[in-house]
């Protein structure tokens, strides 16, 4: 009997109607044959409620509280939900993260899945009913409830599916899948039918927001085949799947954009061995990601280092750029919060040459300037002025997806 993992998210269990109507949906699958794993997040708003309470009490509040506390959203959606199937003639049992158990590492707010118990699903499999999960917890070694950090049911989804071996990992949300770029930007942007994991990884990375990016690394590291497909209309969604060649006919899959970062620059630094070796691991010291770096051809001796950090980090980065600033004798920082990066992905990228020159030059017909490019093996992004985000996702969808050849491999 195959076996089914199906997630569904905040807005999918939103209503005690939504609630009925993915019992409904959950019914259907139990009907073709499937033995049926759910995983729920809480419903819509929920978890931004729970925060803002623990918000009014305190600034920062103890993570193990907060956990006890926003964990609470997922459990009321499987009780909910479970209840629903038992109405339209589904036997189901909800679990918690720590019934099941799920066991995750102490990070308070931010753990990751070590390993899961599938004994007691199993054996609830076994009695045929339908074991629904809450999403986005689980339990550490002391026996604390701990969360997954924001978007963390897709997680448990996949992690689940790993562990039970299942057929396939079913996500569903509120879109019809993944698309080749913000639908609400291009209006001609289209579902993607099928997607590698690496390229999965990189869209979600770089912007787009369908699926939590760990839960997408987890899929590659075991193989679970995903299927994201939308809980409101009956129609196939994308598979993020394995590659194949298939995949590398066209050079790019999807555009993206991301505007959470800042770019801090420190001005004319003398230009000497150590420098950036100093400015970067104080930067790693303290914890901050940096996302790109650029350091301009020197001038007289003199040259600038620009990179880019998560805006919530940027006070900080700021700061530390100062002071190697004033160690090192540069002459100063600046900082822009009004930049975004928009990246081209695409396996085909690997096999393909000339995809960055014509990103380049889309840019630089549509006037936007670029102030940093960063490349891997099957992504280009370049960093321009917010205010030409929208123009840039619109003009590289047109050449890249809309007018694309596909290359032929013999
Ligand atoms: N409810 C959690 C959140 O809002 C987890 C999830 O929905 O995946 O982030
Ligand atoms: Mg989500």
Not at 190 to 206: C, D, G, Q, T
Not at 297 to 306: A, F, N, R
Not at 309 to 331: P, T, W, Y
Request: one cysteine or more.
């Amino acid at each position: 009997m195959p076996l089914i993992v199906q997630k569904f998210g905040g807005t999918s269990v939103g209503s005690i109607e939504r609630i009925r109507n993915v019992a409904k949906k959950v019914k259907k699958a139990v009907e073709e044959g499937n033995k049926v794993v759910v995983v729920s997040s809480a419903m819509s708003g929920e978890t931004d409620r729970l925060l803002g309470l623990t918000r009014e009490l305190s600034t920062r509040p103890d993570p193990r509280e907060q956990d006890m506390v926003v964990s609470t959203g997922e459990q009321v959606a499987i009780g909910l939900l479970s209840i629903a199937l038992k109405e339209i003639g589904i036997d189901a049992v909800s679990l918690t993260g720590w019934q099941v158990p799920i066991y995750t590492d102490t990070a308070h707010t931010k753990a990751r899945i070590k390993r899961i118990d599938t004994h007691r699903i199993h054996a609830e499999l076994e009695k045929g009913k339908v074991v629904v999960v809450a999403g986005f917890q689980g339990i550490d070694d002391y026996g604390d409830i701990t969360t997954l950090g924001r978007g963390g049911s897709d997680t448990t989804a996949v992690a689940l599916a790993a562990a039970l071996k299942a057929d396939v990992c079913e996500i569903y949300t509120d879109v019809t899948g993944v698309f080749t770029a913000d639908p609400r930007i291009v209006e001609n942007a289209r579902k993607i039918p099928v997607i590698s994991y690496e390229e999965m990884m990189e869209m979600a990375s770089l912007g787009s927001k369908v699926m939590q990016i760990r839960s997408v690394e987890f899929a590659a590291k075991y193989g679970v085949k995903i299927h994201v497909k939308s809980s409101f209309v009956d129609e196939d969604g994308t598979w993020i799947m394995e590659e194949n060649e298939e995949m590398e006919r066209v050079a790019v899959r999807g555009i993206s954009h991301e505007l959470k970062e800042s770019k801090i620059t420190v001005v004319k630094v003398p230009d000497k061995p150590g420098i950036a070796a100093k400015l970067f691991k104080a930067l790693g010291d303290n914890n901050i990601v940096v996302d790109m770096i650029v350091q301009n051809v020197s001038h007289e001796g003199y040259t600038d280092i620009s990179f880019t950090v998560n805006k919530v980090d940027a006070d900080f980065a700021e700061e530390i750029a100062k002071e190697v600033a004033r160690e090192v004798g540069a002459s100063g920082v600046e900082r822009n919060d009004r930049i975004a990066k928009i990246s081209v992905v695409g396996l085909g990228m690997k096999t393909h040459a000339g995809t960055a020159g014509k990103m380049f030059e889309v840019l630089y017909k549509e006037g936007i300037n670029i102030y940093a490019i960063s490349t891997s093996e099957i992504k280009i992004s370049c960093l321009i002025d917010e205010k030409y985000a929208e123009l840039a996702v619109r003009a590289l969808h047109e050449a890249f997806i809309e007018n694309q050849e596909t290359i032929v491999i013999d």
